[in-house]
């Protein structure tokens, strides 16, 4: 192998494949990058056997040269120090030769460092996903299916299959559930498939979500999904994330749900999220996070927490609308902000189905988001 290339595609490349590196990985090798040169470009590889990252750097773009290719091959370079070691090139050029698999000298500048390679040909192959099943969503709404969800997976590893999101497709409409059995968040969205093509079981650690967020950019690039019954991959210009599916069945969490409500109120977003917040800052201090809700007679929102040792806060809001019976309710303060600081609705419905029922939470204007938390029972 012998080539010449723009260091800043390399780093970019570097940077995206990177994600899939393990700091502790189960074989040596995949402690590496894999390089693969040949007539079309450059192809980097990582993964850590749960995800796998390909990026890849063409020969031009636009009609700008990016890498001159002399002969081609294949290496696997350790990626901690490729990756330090690229990025602190004096030059924006970096030339690059392996003599053999074992070696690689990398020139930049008047610089030249010497690197230990490891046999390609021990590199894992990646997964197939021959046969799998496609569908394609927009890249924007993708990560924002993720975010309004993952923040609600487990992280209690006993239940590995609750440390994933459920994906669920159905007509057309991509659906995305994450729970740790003490709360819930939903969302959906309409994606590019076959009416006929129904998903149910397809489940992808949360962790692994939140790394592909990072990769997928925000210009509403289509994204193709291709799912088989063990592993799902992610396409995206000119990269690839592959993911191992969770194994398991996810619980049904329908059941739940309803839209039979014993109280409900509408209200201001940030109104009830600046009461929590202040609230908080006491009920953490007691390491319950708990905060208290009632309704007044005046048709008014209490909102209170105490800690023995700092005091009492209480705050009163005026809801838009309320209806139904009086309320008196304790919830974890902390669930409750993650899911209003993923709604970017102005206004707020909040259905309460009893003391020690579910509180269901939905943006006023988008019926395809749900968060659901469970109350507290508390002896005051």
């Not at 996903?129 to 927009?138: E, L, P, Y």
């Not at 740790?180 to 006929?196: Q, T």
């Not at 069945?249 to 409900?264: G, L, V, W």
């Given at each position: ?79 901690k ?9 004096p ?28 046999d390609?040909?021990?590199?894992p ?26 923040f ?27 729970t ?18 129904k ?26 999904v ?18 191992r ?48 809700m ?29 209806a ?57």
């Open positions: 192998m012998k080539l010449s290339i723009r260091k800043d595609a390399l780093n970019e490349a570097i940077g995206h494949v990177s994600r899939a590196v393990s700091p502790r990985p189960v074989i040596p090798i995949l402690a590496g990058i894999k390089i693969d040169a040949d007539s079309r470009g450059i192809t980097l590889t990582a993964s850590d056997t749960d995800i796998s990252v390909q990026s890849f750097i063409p020969l031009e773009e636009d009609g700008e040269t990016i890498v001159r290719m002399e002969s081609g091959g294949s290496l696997v370079l350790g990626a120090f490729f990756s330090e070691i690229v990025r602190k090139l030059t924006d050029t970096v030339e690059l030769e392996a003599p053999d698999v074992h070696r690689a000298i990398i020139r930049s500048g008047n610089a030249e460092i010497e690197l230990v390679g490891l390609p040909e021990e590199y192959v990646l997964p197939s996903v021959a046969d799998a099943h496609t569908f394609s969503i927009n890249g924007l709404k993708m990560k924002q299916l993720v975010q309004r969800t993952v609600a997976v487990s992280a209690n590893e006993s239940t590995p299959i609750l440390t994933g999101v459920l994906w669920q497709l159905s007509g057309g409409k991509l659906k995305l559930t994450a740790d059995r003490h709360r819930l968040s939903n969302a959906e969205c309409e994606v590019a498939a076959d009416p006929e093509l998903l149910d079981q397809m489940v992808i650690a949360g962790r692994t979500l939140n790394e592909l967020s990072k990769l997928v950019p925000d210009n509403g690039t289509m994204i193709e291709a799912a088989t019954e063990s592993q799902v991959l992610f396409r995206m210009d000119r990269i690839l994330f592959y993911s599916l969770l194994d398991g069945t996810y619980p049904d969490t329908s059941r739940i749900i309803t839209n039979q409500y014993k109280t409900e109120m509408i209200m201001s977003t940030k109104a009830l999220t600046d009461a929590i917040e202040r609230a908080y800052l006491l009920s953490r201090e007691e390491k319950t996070n708990i905060v208290r009632a309704t007044v007679g005046s048709g008014e929102i209490e909102v209170s927490s105490s800690s023995l040792e700092i005091g009492k806060v209480t705050e009163r809001i005026v809801p838009d609308h309320l139904g019976e009086e309320l008196k309710i304790a919830f974890n303060s902390r669930y409750m902000l993650d899911a209003l600081k993923v709604i970017d609705q102005e206004k707020i419905h909040i259905g309460f189905t009893g003391a020690m029922s579910p509180i269901l939470i939905r943006p006023e204007q988008e019926p395809d988001m749900l968060h659901l938390i469970l109350p507290y029972r508390t002896t005051t």
